[in-house]
């Protein structure tokens, strides 16, 4: 039994004895790839520092040094990552030797283009040698630029006065209706506008101003001074238009109100003298004008009470020539002193060259006479006017009706035929431009009165 026990511990020992050897052999081959690593390491610690000592002694340095001192250093990361025991004085050497590469990242950054090569290389954020960034110079200002402050504070003084113009004008431009070439005139001039203002902020704005300067061959240098003179001409276009437009507008309102009148459109005409009389700041004497055109067709449709209205704001205004109109409303009111004193102040203040004045006022001379019973002072009257309606064509507003009002002084002094012709030129020629004419030869004669032209009156 004792022999067994004995042959037993004799096995144990001997596995004992042989995991010993191994254990030794694993230990001696560790060390020795210890070794071998230790030995690596150095090997490219020195080759990393010979590559730094070469980039730093040639300036500019070529591409193919830069590489070789980043690939360097990328061999010996790569050995120092599989060791994991490291040596305190390999540390410090490697610390010693990155700061000296770090002081070469402009030359690195601008000698190599990093970005395509860590494309190719693929390199680990780890890496940071890999990533260094060239620093973008700061251009020297030139002497030109040290007034960019003031071209800029002008563009923003330029732009705000086109935009207190453009204020006034577009309201304007949609009230007259807006054309192809007025909507082109708007657009253009606002998109310029929003670019230069955007410009201004900065952004993608400013990139896109910038962009096209540089299209058109504007160096950087002068770009503050062109986008003050792009702004200063929105300025200039803008007040120009600011001076001209709403005069524009006025003359073309009062033009398309008066073509709406001589075709009978009241309701157009009225509209267009009112879009006229909203633009402020024109010409006393043309506003006077339009309250006179408005007073005539109110009192075409009978509106006495506001022709009168339109009429006195219009002779305050200096209009002379609405003295006749105002005889006229007063013939109608049967104010026939005051209707009489406001003709004669016409005649007074009466342009000699205005035919169709002077007609207007004879007759209505004669018609005011004729309601006095003033027959032969009717008829002297009369009969100038006559001779002044002879001048005007044939169709124009109040052309006849001196001829009208003659035939009726006939009748009274039962001169049948004479009567007869005047009634019958009444009717070919005659044309009312109020309802007061066309009712007073309605009241006269009114088979007359019947066939006559009355579109101006009743449109």
């Known amino acids: 039994m004792s022999e067994?026990?004995?042959?037993?511990?004799?096995?144990?020992?001997?596995?004992?004895?042989?995991?010993?050897?191994?254990?030794?052999?694993?230990?001696?081959?560790?060390?020795?790839?210890?070794?071998?690593?230790?030995?690596?390491?150095?090997?490219?610690?020195?080759?990393?520092?010979?590559?730094?000592?070469?980039?730093?002694?040639?300036?500019?340095?070529?591409?193919?040094?830069?590489?070789?001192?980043?690939?360097?250093?990328?061999?010996?990361?790569?050995?120092?990552?599989?060791?994991?025991?490291?040596?305190?004085?390999?540390?410090?050497?490697?610390?010693?030797?990155?700061?000296?590469?770090?002081?070469?990242?402009?030359?690195?950054?601008?000698?190599?283009?990093?970005?395509?090569?860590?494309?190719?290389?693929?390199?680990?954020?780890?890496?940071?040698?890999?990533?260094?960034?060239?620093?973008?110079?700061?251009?020297?200002?030139?002497?030109?630029?040290?007034?960019?402050?003031?071209?800029?504070?002008?563009?923003?003084?330029?732009?705000?006065?086109?935009?207190?113009?453009a204020s006034k004008i577009i309201p304007l431009v949609f009230a007259g209706g807006i054309s192809i070439f007025e909507s082109v005139g708007l657009l253009g001039p606002g998109g310029m506008i929003a670019l230069v203002l955007s410009s201004m902020q900065g952004g993608e704005g400013q990139k896109k101003l910038q962009d096209g300067m540089a299209k058109l061959g504007i160096p950087p240098k002068f770009q503050?001074?062109?986008?003050?003179?792009?702004?200063?001409?929105?300025?200039?276009?803008?007040?120009?238009?600011?001076?001209?437009?709403?005069?524009?507008?006025?003359?073309?309102?009062?033009?398309?109100?008066?073509?709406?009148?001589?075709?009978?459109?009241?309701?157009e005409a009225k509209d267009n003298y009112e879009e006229a009389l909203k633009i402020d700041n024109q010409d006393p004497e043309q506003v006077a004008k339009v309250y006179t055109a408005l007073g005539l067709l109110e009192e075409s449709i009978?509106?006495?009470?506001?022709?009168?209205?339109?009429?006195?704001?219009?002779?305050?205004?200096?209009?002379?020539?609405?003295?006749?109109?105002?005889?006229?409303?007063?013939?109608?009111?049967?104010e026939l002193d005051a209707a009489e004193t406001f003709l004669h102040l016409g005649l007074q203040r009466l342009d000699q060259t205005n035919v169709n004045a002077q007609y207007q006022l004879y007759r209505n001379l004669g018609w005011v006479s004729l309601e006095k019973k003033n027959y032969a002072k009717a008829e002297e009257y009369l009969n100038k006017a006559i001779e002044f309606d002879k001048q005007i064509p044939k169709g124009n507003f109040g052309k006849g009706m001196a001829n009208c009002f003659k035939a009726r002084i006939y009748e009274i002094q039962e001169k049948p035929d004479q009567a007869a012709k005047q009634w019958s030129h009444c009717i070919e020629f005659g044309k009312p431009e109020t309802f007061n004419e066309f009712q007073a030869i309605l009241k006269l004669n009114p088979e007359v009165g019947a066939k006559l032209d009355s579109k101006g009156v009743f449109n």
């Not at 001076?243 to 398309?256: C, E, G, K, V």
């Not at 006749?324 to 009111?333: A, C, D, E, F, T």
């Open 224 to 267: 503050s001074e062109v986008t003050f003179l792009i702004s200063f001409l929105l300025f200039a276009g803008g007040y120009f238009a600011q001076q001209n437009l709403p005069t524009h507008y006025f003359n073309s309102f009062r033009a398309a109100g008066a073509k709406a009148y001589d075709k009978g459109q009241m309701r």
């Open 4 to 165: 067994v026990i004995v042959s037993l511990d004799r096995e144990t020992e001997s596995d004992l004895v042989a995991t010993d050897l191994t254990n030794t052999s694993n230990d001696n081959q560790t060390k020795n790839v210890d070794v071998e690593i230790n030995v690596e390491i150095e090997i490219k610690l020195e080759k990393y520092a010979i590559a730094l000592s070469e980039l730093q002694a040639n300036t500019p340095a070529s591409h193919e040094l830069i590489l070789q001192l980043l690939l360097a250093r990328d061999s010996l990361q790569e050995v120092l990552n599989n060791q994991k025991e490291k040596s305190v004085e390999w540390l410090i050497k490697l610390s010693g030797l990155d700061e000296q590469l770090r002081k070469q990242d402009q030359a690195i950054a601008t000698g190599l283009h990093l970005p395509m090569w860590r494309k190719v290389l693929h390199p680990p954020e780890t890496n940071w040698w890999w990533f260094f960034e060239a620093i973008q110079p700061i251009p020297k200002k030139q002497a030109w630029d040290q007034l960019d402050w003031l071209f800029n504070l002008l563009t923003a003084l330029c732009l705000t006065g086109m935009v207190s113009f």
């Open 302 to 334: 009978g509106d006495q009470a506001a022709a009168l209205k339109r009429y006195y704001q219009s002779l305050d205004m200096g209009d002379d020539s609405v003295l006749n109109n105002l005889g006229r409303v007063k013939i109608y009111k049967g």
